[in-house]
């Protein structure tokens, strides 16, 4: 079953202005790791945190992990139009079966 | 380094038509590799993965069939396609730390 579901949905913001995504899981995790999908395109892997990590920098992208709370939040700064995409959390359970779970997606729409 | 090849990119096939999406990786060796289908805009629904050649694992009961030849190879399959079948359908590769995706397939079943 998918572990991560991403909320919001949608997200529309202005060039410049930073984007945020979250991401809930429900069981323990080894890691998190959040993925970019351009349109029409293969995921790309983002950035990977792990469970004993609170908080990871790669560029632009902040990603944050609360196991307390089974929760992960994605912070794009100063968007571009070029991160227009979806993006995708995935979980690898601790329990699980070597596979990762994926999240529904959340669509970022950056307007120049 | 690592590369993934999937082919063809776009695909339209006739109701009943069979179908074969291709998946190759180069720069490894057993690797573990997995078939998705994205529905527009939706998430990623696990077809197939396998640790090695020929073991397949299904993990949805469907039209669809996968095998494995060689080491690197990854084969889809469907003997007469379904409506339903449309989709994008990505291969990847990879292990707990991480996948590396196909550019995807967009087949659409008319």
């Known amino acids: 079953s998918q572990q991560g579901e991403e909320d919001p949905q949608a997200l529309s913001i202005q060039e410049g202005e930073n984007a945020t995504m979250n991401c809930s899981y429900k069981?323990?995790?080894?890691?998190l790791q959040w993925y970019r999908q351009n349109s029409g395109r293969g995921l790309v892997h983002l950035i990977l945190?792990?469970?004993?990590?609170r908080e990871k920098h790669s560029g632009r992208l902040r990603v944050t992990l609360d196991t307390s709370k089974k929760s992960s939040s994605l912070l794009i700064t100063a968007s571009r139009a070029a991160d227009t995409a979806s993006y995708f959390c995935?979980?690898?359970?601790?329990?699980?079966?070597?596979?990762?779970?994926f999240g529904k997606g959340n669509q970022v729409v950056v307007i120049p | 380094s690592q590369t993934i090849h999937q082919w063809p990119a776009t695909l339209v096939q006739p109701v009943g038509s069979p179908l074969s999406l291709e998946c190759t990786v180069e720069?490894?060796?057993?690797?573990?590799l997995y078939w998705y289908r994205q529905a527009a805009g939706r998430g990623l629904q696990l077809l197939f993965y396998?640790?090695?050649?020929?073991?397949i694992s299904s993990e949805v009961p469907q039209n669809l069939s996968a095998s494995r030849p060689q080491d690197r190879q990854f084969i889809l399959s469907s003997k007469k396609l379904l409506l339903s079948d449309s989709g994008f359908y990505l291969c990847?590769?990879?292990?707990?730390?991480?996948?590396?995706f196909g550019s995807g397939t967009r087949l659409t079943v008319v």
């Open positions: 990847a590769w990879g292990g707990t730390y991480g996948y590396t």
């Open positions: 069981t323990s995790i080894n890691n």
């Open positions: 945190i792990r469970s004993n990590e």
């Open positions: 995935a979980t690898d359970p601790y329990y699980g079966n070597n596979r990762l779970a």
């Open positions: 720069g490894t060796s057993n690797p573990n």
């Open positions: 396998s640790v090695g050649i020929g073991q």
